[in-house]
């Protein structure tokens, strides 16, 4: 992981990021090249070429040539941004979990993140850096060959295959800043996509067919912030247009500063020319040679001073473990007691809930996620159609006054989020 100090330093370089974006079967590729410097980036140019499926990939092929040529960019690997309804994103939490561990953590969750067989989907997910949280794409094997095989045959230079989330998130921190803790942003430059995060949901992406008051309610409540709140654009957010195109242009420009997602299999991805590293190497041995130098200043009073501490701190420290070991194990302790108190109230009526959610839900309704707490459940999932299981809640003795959260219709099914009161709860 890059320091924080020096990520504007290093921020250097310049790639090119390809969206595609339109329905399917005449999907459209709009290209963005960028270049970025430290504490800035730009728009070096960038067009957009139509119904590509149905083209010949050796004439659009030339033209991508032709326009990379000119700016310089020959050996740069595009970054292609998939289209947000062809990928699963999901955070998810995993505290405790060191990174040799990760990989095994993710996969003991995967079956529950998408409904389809393991060997039928790609996937790639990365630690949030400085969080818990894991952000996990998944694809479709079949939709990424898709989209691979004509982009290869008009000779493309691929890095590889990403989601909405991973380059816009990345974008925002690219040279170690950080956005707001709260935060909404919309793409309309087709179907409404919106990106956000908060503190309880530290990254979200979603489309949604509907209008843009309600799209942006529905967003609001997904991250638990006022639902008042007004979405920004995202080319407004990013400085630049097409925006998708243009932030993943930045994570082609500077990959050591995004985030490692990536579903384009690793023998099928192709990198660029290693003079493109020279300038950040350059910038960061300038760096490291400042802050040797900065370390050597301090003068030998301070030296001195820094050595009585270390020994009165050396002297001290057995009592101070001693005293975090014991309140580590009285707040262990206290967790236990108060977490065996809650069983004993809630573990029937919590089973009971769940007796009645297996009864009134039954194939194809499947479910990705269960929260039951003392007042509300809330279930997300994927079925044919959302709107009827608010009849279907409501009707059982258990619940009462349901409604959706989030509703997105995919190619097979819908998506959905729906919260219902537990009837008689206090």
């Excluded at 339109?22 to 140019?45: F, N, Q």
């Excluded at 990939?57 to 970054?79: C, E, H, I, N, P």
């Excluded at 818990?132 to 060959?145: I, K, N, W, Y």
Aim: glycine share 6%; proline share 7%.
């Amino acid at each position: 992981m890059i320091p924080e100090p020096l990520k504007k330093l290093l921020a250097f370089g310049s790639g090119v990021g390809i969206q595609i974006v339109g329905p399917r079967g005449s999907e459209s590729l709009r290209i963005c090249a960028a270049k970025v410097r430290p504490g800035s980036s730009t728009v070096r140019g960038g067009f957009t070429i139509e119904d590509f499926p149905h083209q010949p990939a050796g004439q659009w092929g030339t033209d991508y040539a032709a326009f990379v040529r000119k700016l310089g960019m020959k050996a740069a690997s595009a970054v292609v941004v998939l289209p947000r309804a062809d990928v699963i994103v999901r955070p998810i939490a995993l505290p405790g979990v060191a990174d040799k561990d990760l990989e095994n953590a993710v996969r003991f969750q995967m079956d529950g993140l998408h409904p389809y067989n393991e060997e039928d989907v790609y996937s790639s997910w990365t630690r949030l850096p400085g969080t818990s949280q894991v952000l996990v794409a998944v694809a479709r094997r079949e939709t990424v060959e898709r989209y691979a095989a004509p982009l290869e045959e008009a000779g493309i230079k691929i890095g590889g295959f990403t989601c909405s989330a991973a380059v816009v998130y990345s974008a925002l921190r690219i040279f170690g800043g950080k956005p707001a803790a709260e935060l909404m942003a919309v793409d309309q430059d087709g179907p409404l996509e919106f990106y956000g995060e908060s503190p309880s949901r530290p990254v979200f992406s979603a489309t949604f067919d509907t209008e843009l008051e309600r799209a942006a309610a529905l967003a609001a409540a997904e991250l638990r912030i006022d639902p008042q709140s007004t979405a920004i654009p995202l080319a407004t957010l990013l400085g630049a247009e097409p925006a998708v195109a243009f932030a993943a242009a930045m994570s082609s420009a500077c990959p050591m500063h995004t985030l490692a997602v990536n579903l384009l299999p690793e023998e099928r991805r192709q990198t660029g020319s290693v003079l493109r590293w020279v300038p950040s190497v350059a910038f960061a041995t300038i760096a490291l040679l400042l802050a040797a130098g900065l370390a050597m200043l301090p003068g030998y009073q301070k030296d001195r001073t820094l050595r009585s501490l270390q020994a009165q701190i050396r002297e001290v420290q057995p009592q101070a473990d001693r005293a975090a070991k014991l309140d580590k194990q009285v707040a262990t302790l206290q967790q236990r007691i108060q977490l065996l108190d809650d069983m004993r109230r809630h573990t029937k009526a919590d089973i009971d809930v769940l007796a009645e959610l297996t009864k009134l839900l039954p194939p194809p309704t499947w479910l990705s996620g269960t929260e039951i707490t003392t007042k509300q459940v809330t279930i997300s999932g994927e079925t044919n159609q959302a709107e009827p299981l608010l009849r279907v809640l409501d009707a059982s003795p258990l619940f009462e006054s349901s409604e959706v959260q989030m509703q997105v219709r995919t190619a097979a099914s819908e998506l959905f989020r729906i919260r219902t009161n537990r009837e008689g709860a206090r």
